[in-house]
């Protein structure tokens, strides 16, 4: 999904650690590091979509810190090159990522896992229900059809 | 245990939310916030403990956000008006506060939970080994009883 403008994916590692394991998902010293907005943490139960959400301003940092999740991104930037491209990938244990998106993609979620997912985001701007645009799971300009998992 | 010099507890609120739940845990205009150095999330496996730490630079932003997880803290600084005091809380589900702890206090971690408990810190610094010392649990100096769970 790294060919979408803007969207950068960093790979992260879970480290093994006496009693259980620590995730270091961002670093102020980072090269992709911007700015600390918010942190919060989104659950997502086993099969449920959360999607679509978009921002105007902020940059989402997103990294899942249990069970496993689908990303899909699509790109609704006017003007961009990549403008009208989907993308997905699968994120959590085994395939841990920070994913960087920035204003203006689409985002949405499903659980993969059979326990919830823990979805990171440490975003550049406080929370703004201002700033931010939602669409249904099955928005016709987007066109995604969530049933079509790969097996 | 916010009658530690410096320690501050902030109640935090899971949020319903259409397919799971929302915990938002430190926004930068809020007051209480300082600096964003690294996020990272640490697990810690049911009973086990993880124990003791303290920071020389660093101030912890602590929000439990799976399981439940026993936080300790025993202020070892010199000239502390609460110097030698421990102090214990249970974080997490149906107790959600982010706990904001200063340099030069001790953090020790102790999972209640059947699940794994996982704990996110937003740290005022990027981690460096130079600036953390550990002791191991049963320290005599800081002399705290992990068994002695109250029921």
């Known amino acids: 999904m790294s060919d979408l403008q803007g969207v950068q994916v960093v790979p992260l590692r879970r480290l093994a650690a006496a009693g259980g394991w620590v995730l270091p998902v961002l670093r102020a010293d980072a090269p992709h590091f911007r700015k600390f907005g918010e942190a919060y943490i989104s659950a997502v ?3 449920a979509v959360k999607a679509w959400v978009r921002h105007r301003l902020q940059t989402q940092n997103y990294a899942v810190v249990q069970g496993r ?3 899909v991104l699509h790109d609704g930037r006017d003007g961009s090159p990549t403008r009208g491209l989907t993308r997905e990938t699968a994120l959590g244990e085994g395939s841990d990522s920070l ?7 689409w985002s949405g979620f499903q659980c993969l896992s059979e326990r919830e997912a823990l979805l990171l985001n440490l975003a550049t701007e406080p929370h703004d229900d201002h700033e931010q645009e939602r669409r249904d799971p099955s928005d016709a300009a987007i ?3 969530w049933a079509g998992l790969q097996p």
Chains 1, 2 share one sequence.
């Open 45 to 47: 139960a086993p099969g």
């Open 99 to 105: 994913v960087i998106v920035p204003p203006g993609i």
């Open 69 to 71: 999740l689908r990303l």
């Open 143 to 145: 066109g995604f059809n």
